[in-house]
Nanobody
Framework: QVQLVESGGGLVQPGGSLRLSCAGS????????MGWYRQAPGKERELVAT???????NYADSVKGRFTISRDSAKVTVYLQVNSLKPEDTAVYYC?????????????????WGQGTQVTVSS
C-alpha cells in the first residue's frame, strides 16, 4: 500500500511562513508528478502547485512569488514553502502524487492523496 502523510501546518500570523512536508511510504517504485492542493471552508479543492519528476514547477496565480514547491525524490517527499501568508491562504492543504506501485495484482500507476494539514492565517 502507498501512503502520503503531510505535516507542517499550523496557526500563523499574516505575513508569516510555514514549510509543509509530504512523505510517501509503501510499495513505491516510481513517482511522476507531485503536487499541493488546498480546500478552504465552503470552497472546492484547488491547485496550489505541482512539480514534475524533472523539476518543472507550476503555480496558481494566487501564490506565485510567495510559495515554492520542491521535492526530494530519494526521500519520496514533496515540500511547500509558504511565505507572506494571507488570511485567504487559510485552508486544508493536501499533497498528491502520481505513483507507480506494486500490489497483488501487479504494477499500476495511481494518484494518491494525503490526509491534509490545516493552515490557518490569522492575527
Amino acid at each position: 500500500q502507498v501512503q502520503l502523510v503531510e505535516s507542517g501546518g499550523g496557526l500563523v500570523q499574516p505575513g508569516g511562513s510555514l514549510r509543509l512536508s509530504c512523505a510517501g511510504s509503501g510499495s513505491i517504485l516510481s513517482i511522476n508528478d507531485m503536487g499541493w492542493y488546498r480546500q478552504a471552508p465552503g470552497k472546492e479543492r484547488e491547485l496550489v502547485a505541482t512539480i514534475t519528476a524533472g523539476g518543472i514547477t507550476n503555480y496558481a496565480d494566487s501564490v506565485k512569488g510567495r510559495f515554492t514547491i520542491s521535492r526530494d525524490s530519494a526521500k519520496v517527499t514533496v515540500y511547500l514553502q509558504v511565505n507572506s501568508l494571507k488570511p485567504e491562504d487559510t485552508a486544508v492543504y493536501y499533497c498528491n502524487a502520481h505513483v507507480l506501485g506494486a500490489s497483488s495484482t501487479g504494477l499500476r500507476w495511481n494518484i494518491y492523496w494525503g490526509q491534509g494539514t490545516q493552515v490557518t492565517v490569522s492575527s
